[in-house]
């Protein structure tokens, strides 16, 4: 647009929120309704479940923790497979049999950063864990989802195996809350505004617009 340095969106985010998984399409579309404006986009981490142990747990149990019952899920569902369906994207809960604690795929994440690859590795390990019922506990399951974005697989494994990088995921991840994200997916625009919530396309688009007109001194 009028800007000759790009836009900074900082998404915050978990790859087990649903709505994070529809609200990374919905940019994807803001983005191409918005594509004459250059735009960097970097993925945050967010602990949706903080709770949830290392090793995961089995899924009825954590509904039954966080929502009081498996039953009590099923309405909440029901209205996320449909928002996801007029993406064009699958949500199927009834697939999941374990819940993950979700350090380990933001480290992937991070790790993709370094060659471009952090939102392929976002999306994988979304489709993976939504569309597939996917076991995002199981080391080799990340694995391979990283040799599926084209990282290296031995050394994804390599530094699976150590704690490399969880205090940083972390500490990114306590600096979000810090700041009073709650609910995501949140985007940040430009280090000063933030917008929270799956919003549609068209709003996202209009938020990247005005933001880069004020940046570059258009408004």
Request: proline share 5%; charged share 25%.
């Amino acid at each position: 647009m009028n800007s000759s340095r790009p836009l900074q969106i900082d998404v915050v985010s978990d790859v087990v929120c649903p709505w994070c998984y529809i609200g990374k399409h919905r940019l994807e579309r803001a983005l191409a309704l918005a594509h004459d404006v250059p735009v960097e986009v970097s993925w945050r981490p967010f602990f949706l479940n903080p709770w949830v142990p290392r090793e995961g747990m089995s899924r009825e149990d954590y509904l039954v923790t966080k929502f009081g019952s498996v039953e009590a899920y099923k309405s909440i569902a029901s209205r996320i497979k449909e928002a996801a369906a007029a993406e064009g994207l699958q949500y199927n809960p009834e697939s999941v049999q374990r819940q993950p604690n979700t350090i380990d795929c933001h480290r992937l994440i991070h790790w993709a950063a370094a060659s471009g690859a952090a939102a392929a590795m976002k999306q994988k390990l979304m489709e993976l864990y939504f569309r597939d019922g996917g076991d995002l506990t199981k080391q080799d399951v990340l694995v391979q989802a990283a040799a599926d974005v084209g990282l290296d697989a031995d050394e994804m494994r390599r530094r699976l195996g150590t704690d490399k990088d969880v205090d940083l995921v972390s500490a990114q991840a306590a600096e979000a809350a810090s700041k009073g994200i709650s609910g995501v997916p949140t985007y940040i625009f430009a280090s000063r505004y933030a917008v929270s919530g799956a919003q549609p396309p068209e709003q996202l688009a209009d938020a990247i617009r005005q933001v880069s007109m004020e940046m570059s001194g258009s408004v």
